[in-house]
């Protein structure tokens, strides 16, 4: 397929006179000079033929019947898409300087007298075509440039969600769609952070599912695959939208719970999601509708403001044993800390 400026148009010339002879006189004049001639014997055929071309060049007549040139040309400057379209006057008044400034104030870039020179029209003429050439030249470059910039746009819009995908399928399970051991970690580090900052406290709980093994031993993986996925679903409904919930591994899952000021409070948050994740769930794996029902061990580890350099490990360490404490002591049960 051709470029835009591989392909070849003629410019286009019109030629305004409402006198045949000179339009037949015009006509061989500029038979060579490359140009597409276009004729109007009037004011209105003249206005008529500029809402169907673009022309390069006007060659106008100053003096016609019911609209004269200075109107054709007034007329022509209003247009936004014609304004910029050259005209050069020809008239026998050449001499006049009135009636040459009143056709500049109209729009005319020249004048050409009559009885029409030869070599001066067609000089003229061939000045205005290159004219012509030069800004279809830049017009291309310019709709080149612009059509490479939204490229560009679109190669950087591309990127970016690209980028952006990457920088969630780093920090995020592929299976529940919930921030993963990594972002959990740096989630909770920020958590510390703004505790021993603000002198504020918050929780960290770690839950396990109690049954999860024999829903996949029973039903197969896609069943465990489809439970994890709605208990991700689950979780999140008792939590605020500044708490995390994340995915550290199989069945294991834990919770930053930011602004919690007494560990009761913690707990009873926990409770509300241990009862929540014991209800009943109903699967659709392979085109079978399948019911499980599991419960949830949770260990809470409330955060109290300190500046030990193993905190992180700390809290994490003291939210796990919690959580096998409730797994000994008859599991789908909450248990606080000390």
Wanted: proline content about 3%; hydrophobic content about 45%; charged content about 25%.
């Amino acid at each position: 397929m051709k470029r835009r400026a591989d392909i070849l148009i003629a410019p286009k010339i019109l030629i305004v006179d409402d006198t045949a002879a000179n339009l037949v006189a015009m006509r061989r004049l500029l038979a060579r000079s490359g140009a597409q001639l276009f004729e109007a014997a009037s004011g209105n055929q003249a206005l008529a033929l500029c809402l169907d071309h673009e022309f390069a060049l006007i060659l106008l007549d100053v003096n016609m019947p019911d609209m004269d040139g200075f109107e054709v040309a007034a007329l022509l400057g209003d247009a936004e898409h014609l304004s910029e379209t050259p005209i050069i006057f020809v008239t026998a008044a050449y001499a006049d300087d009135m009636n040459r400034l009143k056709g500049y104030h109209s729009g005319a870039v020249d004048y050409i007298a009559k009885p029409i020179n030869d070599v001066i029209l067609q000089s003229k003429v061939r000045v205005f075509l290159e004219l012509h050439a030069a800004r279809m030249k830049l017009r291309e470059a310019m709709a080149e440039l612009a059509e490479r910039n939204e490229e560009l746009n679109r190669e950087i819009t591309e990127r970016k969600l690209i980028e952006t995908m990457v920088r969630h399928q780093a920090s995020h399970d592929p299976l529940t769609g919930l921030p993963n051991r990594i972002l959990f970690r740096d989630r909770l580090n920020g958590a510390i952070q703004r505790a021993n900052r603000h002198h504020s406290r918050f929780a960290l709980a770690c839950i396990d599912i109690d049954g999860f093994k024999s829903v996949n031993d029973n039903h197969g993986h896609a069943a465990g695959d489809a439970l994890l996925q709605e208990i991700a679903t689950r979780l999140p409904t008792y939590l605020r939208s500044n708490d995390t919930v994340a995915r550290l591994g199989g069945d294991e899952f834990a919770l930053v719970l930011e602004e919690i000021d007494e560990p009761q409070t913690a707990l009873q948050l926990c409770q509300k999601l241990c009862a929540a994740l014991g209800e009943p769930y109903s699967l659709h794996v392979n085109g079978e509708l399948i019911e499980v029902r599991v419960g949830a061990s949770i260990g809470i580890a409330p955060y109290a403001p300190n500046e030990h350099a193993d905190a992180e490990e700390q809290l994490m360490r003291a939210a796990d044993n919690a959580m096998y404490q409730a797994k000994r002591n008859g599991k789908n049960r909450c248990v606080l800390a000390d």
